[in-house]
């Protein structure tokens, strides 16, 4: 008898818990409708089909480039202009030239092109070539958020007995850096 009764509890606690739940979440519609409302979404954005492809399949839709675009802006820490020039005789909303994706004016697209090229190469010949590898090069596994790769630094070697006998060299790769950049 004990076995069973407990049994009924458990599950009507359970149930309980359900119906509480659903009293809870029947309860949060409403509110979610108004913030819809007094917010109204933006209005659908529409993505021109491109027209200057040269290097990114020529079958991507508007939609799957802009995607990609952002990927790549996000990746390499930066904006859209960055790669894309100003159409002076196109001025947008806000009294600003709007970008004109498809010229090629800006060179930076054209690294862009390069490096995009490369990346692919790289995951193709290469990368696909390990077994079973699941993890291809991307634009931010070499750029992390920096339009130019920073390098890489290693952290100091902790395992090092003496630290001095450390810093005369990196002072003097340091001063020779310098000295290349000037
Ligand atoms: C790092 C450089 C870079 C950045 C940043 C970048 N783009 Fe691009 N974008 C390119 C390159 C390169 C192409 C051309 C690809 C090709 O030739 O296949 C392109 C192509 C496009 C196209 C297609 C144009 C056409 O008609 O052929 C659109 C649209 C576009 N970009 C939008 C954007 C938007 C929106 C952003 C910002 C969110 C952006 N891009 C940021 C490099 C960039
Ligand atoms: C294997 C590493 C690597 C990958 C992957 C990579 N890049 Fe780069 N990228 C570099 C390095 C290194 C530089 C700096 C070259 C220099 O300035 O000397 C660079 C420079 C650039 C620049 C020029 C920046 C400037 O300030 O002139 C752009 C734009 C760029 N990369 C875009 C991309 C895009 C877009 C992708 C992905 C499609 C990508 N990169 C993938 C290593 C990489």
């Known amino acids: 008898m004990k076995p069973s009764f407990l049994f009924v509890s458990t599950a009507a606690a ?4 359900a ?3 659903i009293v809870t979440t029947a309860a949060q519609v409403p509110q979610g409708v108004q913030d819809v409302t007094s917010n109204p979404p933006p209005q659908p954005r529409t993505f021109p089909a491109p027209t200057n492809l040269k290097v990114l ?4 839709t508007g939609e799957q480039v802009h995607h990609l675009m952002e990927q790549w802006t996000a990746s390499l820490g930066t904006h859209c202009n960055s790669c894309h020039a100003e159409d002076r005789e196109n001025i947008g909303p806000d009294g600003r030239p709007l970008l004109n ?3 090629d004016s800006k060179p930076m697209k054209a690294v862009a092109r390069t490096m995009f090229t490369m990346t692919e190469e790289i995951n193709t010949k290469y990368v696909a070539s390990i077994d079973n590898s699941g993890v291809p090069v991307t634009c931010g596994t070499c750029h992390r958020g920096h339009l130019g790769p920073e390098p890489f630094v290693t952290a100091p070697d902790k395992r090092a ?7 005369p060299s990196s002072d003097s790769s340091t001063s020779h850096e310098e000295n290349a950049n000037r």
């Open 19 to 21: 119906a509480a739940f």
């Open 57 to 60: 399949p020529r079958e991507l």
């Open 161 to 167: 007995s003496s630290p001095q006998v450390q810093s």
């Open 101 to 103: 994706f498809a010229a």
């Open 14 to 17: 359970a149930l309980l818990t």
